[in-house]
Nanobody, 124 residues
Framework: QVTLVESGGGLVQAGDSLRLSCAAS????????MGWLRQAPGKEREFVAA????????YYADSVKGRFTISRDNAKSTVYLQMNSLKPEDTAVYYC?????????????????WGQGTQVTVSS
């Protein structure tokens, strides 16, 4: 069992940066691929980024590639999403996800464990 708690969201201006954190509880954190997905008002939840259990492999949505960086610290049971050059279209609730079967599932929106979400609002 893994419990996920996101933090770090907020209101920023276009061009600013934010770093989201997702703290996990449970002894199996390091065995899970981790990822971030987001959902804007009136839209379906979409994939943002994923990282494998060791941190050696990452994958990004085209819309955030080059601006966002996902990383993890298994010693702290935490995954991060560094978001730079934020745009108004990045406004959404960001969810952390954990999936023991690998990044591939997260890329398609499937995960065994989900956080409660943190709001990111980017003003123009």
């Amino acid at each position: 069992q893994v419990t996920l708690v996101e933090s770090g969201g907020g209101l920023v201006q276009a061009g600013d940066s934010l770093r989201l954190s997702c703290a996990a509880s449970g002894r199996t954190f390091s065995r899970n691929a981790m990822g971030w997905l987001r959902q804007a008002p009136g839209k379906e939840r979409e994939f943002v980024a994923a990282i494998n259990w060791s941190g050696s492999s990452t994958y990004y949505a085209d819309s955030v590639k080059g601006r966002f960086t996902i990383s993890r610290d298994n010693a702290k049971s935490t995954v991060y999403l560094q978001m730079n050059s934020l745009k108004p279209e990045d406004t959404a609730v960001y969810y952390c996800a954990a999936e023991p079967s690998g990044m591939g599932f997260i890329r398609f929106g499937y995960a065994d464990y989900w956080g409660q979400g943190t709001q990111v609002t980017v003003s123009s």
